[in-house]
T-cell receptor, first 116, second 110 residues
Framework: NAGVTQTPKFQVLKTGQSMTLQCAQDMNHNSMYWYRQDPGMGLRLIYYSASEGTTDKGEVPNGYNVSRLNKREFSLRLESAAPSQTSVYFC???????????????FGSGTRLTVV | RKEVEQDPGPFNVPEGATVAFNCTYSNSASQSFFWYRQDCRKEPKLLMSVYSSGNEDGRFTAQLNRASQYISLLIRDSKLSDSATYLCVVNGNTGNQFYFGTGTSLTVIP
């Protein structure tokens, strides 16, 4: 089925370890996003990529890096994990229409990350 | 001030009831508005876009009030399956940056 695929679904890291969250979409969307969701905070944008070859910081980029590998794939890397990065991470994609109209996001199923 | 604010609820309503959620936003230049639904431990899913003229999709009606900077979602004839968290989403200064409310929890009771 067409959509957004994230891996892994669950991960436990020790403080200081690194890991990369993978995301791929097969809807031919130009824009991709990484969000984190914490209780009482809502979803907050970490990084986004408006199109292949570009990436920009969102609301909470510190401690993360991203790579837009190609039009389909957008990865999120934690270089040195901290307990404050314990969260649920969602990747999303969307298309931008005329006048910057966005036709809604499609989200992946999420990665539940715990840093101990 | 938060970009988007929602009443977190919870709203507990009986089946068949009508329930309304409001969401306020701070950026008067925002152009795109959405309501998303999120079930427990699942990803958010687009429920409906919100257009300037208001729009309806079955039992769901969305309204936008630009003067007061709020959007609303009305659910008529609530079903048990409507139980979820409803997220308000508004775009920021660039078309690519969207801000999510913390969500309003709805439980429909038999």
């Amino acid at each position: 089925n067409a959509g957004v695929t994230q891996t892994p679904k669950f991960q436990v890291l020790k403080t200081g370890q690194s890991m990369t969250l993978q995301c791929a979409q097969d809807m031919n969307h130009n824009s991709m996003y990484w969000y984190r969701q914490d209780p009482g905070m809502g979803l907050r944008l970490i990084y986004y990529s408006a199109s292949e070859g570009t990436t920009d910081k969102g609301e909470v980029p510190n401690g993360y890096n991203v790579s837009r590998l190609n039009k389909r794939e957008f990865s999120l890397r934690l270089e040195s994990a901290a307990p404050s990065q314990t969260s649920v991470y969602f990747c999303a994609s969307s298309e931008i229409g005329t006048g910057l109209t966005v036709y809604g996001y499609t989200f992946g199923s999420g990665t539940r990350l715990t840093v101990v | 001030r938060k970009e988007v604010e929602q009443d977190p609820g919870p709203f507990n309503v009986p089946e068949g009831a009508t329930v309304a959620f409001n969401c306020t936003y701070s950026n008067s230049a925002s152009q795109s508005f959405f309501w998303y639904r999120q079930d427990c431990r699942k990803e958010p899913k687009l429920l409906m876009s919100v257009y300037s003229s208001g729009n309806e999709d079955g039992r769901f009606t969305a309204q936008l009030n630009r003067a007061s900077q709020y959007i609303s979602l009305l659910i008529r004839d609530s079903k048990l399956s409507d139980s979820a968290t409803y997220l308000c989403v508004v775009n920021g200064n660039t078309g690519n940056q969207f801000y999510f409310g913390t969500g309003t929890s709805l439980t429909v009771i038999p």
